[in-house]
């Protein structure tokens, strides 16, 4: 629902070139234990967003334009900054809770990005698990497609999730992509999350993030809300593992 159909193919193809080069180059960064490192993450797309209702909801009256053989509405951007999970959103988080807690092995890290959607998930769905570090990224934050994807301050988050184990000093004040974000800058950014992931300590990591990072990142995932996406990470990149194929996401998830 963000882009049309010839624009993501686009956008594919790009991916696989910057991907191959840029997140496949571990090796050229000079650290031999990155170069040899195989990690397992836990890719988790946040739940579904006051945005994504939006996008679904526009999305449906083009498709009713085009059946009609009129033209398609103007987009016109709401202006839901750092958009918030739905009631149904934060059902499809808490419905993890279980499953996480579950999961073997377990986490040693997790991940999120610093945007409200998936710290919330993260927050959701792993709190049976209080003892597992967590850890915001930048890096992991959504390609900026719309002021629904400008973050909040350290400031904000911190009141927002107070109690809750995350750290926010490391952020910038505006620690969120510029706009517009080429693709140059997106898959540069997933490039150094891939790095930085490499390099981690942790074997097995969960990420909580967004339907572009995972999209970028498996060079073609379309994961749903709060779908959990299994890979193994080298420096060749993200491989989809075959046993996360038949996970099933929430009901009701929506891009």
């Known amino acids: 629902l963000r882009r049309t159909a010839r624009q993501t193919e686009a956008a594919c193809h790009r991916a696989r070139g910057h991907a191959a080069s840029m997140i496949g180059g571990a090796p050229a960064v000079g650290a031999r234990a990155a170069a040899n490192a195989v990690k397992t993450v836990t890719l988790v797309r946040h739940g579904q967003t006051e945005m994504n209702c939006f996008l679904h909801d526009f999305q449906a009256r083009c498709s009713e334009a085009e059946a009609r053989g009129g033209a398609p509405p103007d987009f016109v951007d709401p202006k839901m900054r750092d958009t918030q999970l739905t009631s149904q959103g934060r059902a499809q988080a808490a419905a993890l809770r279980a499953r996480m807690a579950e999961r ?119 994961a749903e809300n709060c779908e959990v996406v299994t890979t193994r990470l080298t420096a060749k990149g993200f491989e989809v593992l075959p046993e996360a194929m038949p996970e099933e996401s929430p009901v009701g998830g929506s891009r």
């Open 104 to 222: 073997r092995p377990r986490p040693e890290l997790v991940v999120s990005s610093p945007l409200r959607r998936a710290l919330l998930t993260a927050s959701l769905a792993y709190e049976a698990l209080p003892e597992v570090p967590r850890l915001v990224a930048p890096l992991a934050a959504e390609r900026h497609w719309h002021t629904s994807d400008v973050g909040s301050s350290p400031a904000q988050l911190r009141s927002l999730f107070e109690g809750h184990p995350w750290d926010f000093d490391g952020l910038k004040d505006d620690w969120w992509p510029p706009v517009p974000e080429t693709d140059e800058q997106f898959y540069g950014r997933l490039m150094k999350l891939g790095h930085w992931l490499l390099e981690r300590p942790e074997e097995n990591i969960t990420l909580v993030c967004h339907w572009g990072v995972i999209h970028g990142l498996t060079l073609g995932y379309d």
